[in-house]
């Protein structure tokens, strides 16, 4: 059984800084693929950023590349999100997903977080 626990979220202003963590448990989760999802109130959840475990290979959602960076922990089951120039409509309730095969795909992936809440005022 994967389990995956977020902290890192709060209450920002805009063009702030914020780093959420994701500590992930369970067989095999060093080679599952890591990614961070996102759900704002009255919207569907929207894939924001995943890493592989085997290479340094990323991939982001186009509204975050070049402010949010995703990284893995080499050695450990974590997988971080540091979020630069944050923006109002960054808010939103940020998941920690995991899956043996890489997804943008929300309703593909088998493993979730419980969310942690990041709120960026103007």
């Known amino acids: 059984q994967v389990q995956l626990v977020e902290s890192g979220g709060g209450l920002v202003q805009a063009g702030d800084s914020l780093r959420l963590s994701c500590a992930a448990s369970?067989?095999?989760?060093?080679?599952?693929?890591m990614a961070w999802f996102r759900q704002a109130p009255g919207k569907e959840r929207e894939f924001v950023a995943g890493a592989h475990s085997w290479s340094s290979e990323t991939d982001y959602a186009d509204s975050v590349k070049g402010r949010f960076t995703i990284s893995r922990e080499k050695g450990m089951n974590t997988a971080l999100l540091e979020m630069n120039s944050l923006k109002p409509e960054d808010t939103a309730v940020y998941y920690c997903?995991?899956?043996?095969?890489?997804?943008?795909?929300?309703?593909?992936?088998?493993?979730w977080g419980q969310g942690t809440q990041v709120t960026v005022s103007s």
């Open positions: 369970g067989r095999a989760v060093s080679n599952y693929y």
């Open positions: 997903a995991a899956d043996f095969y890489p997804t943008r795909i929300g309703s593909q992936v088998k493993h």
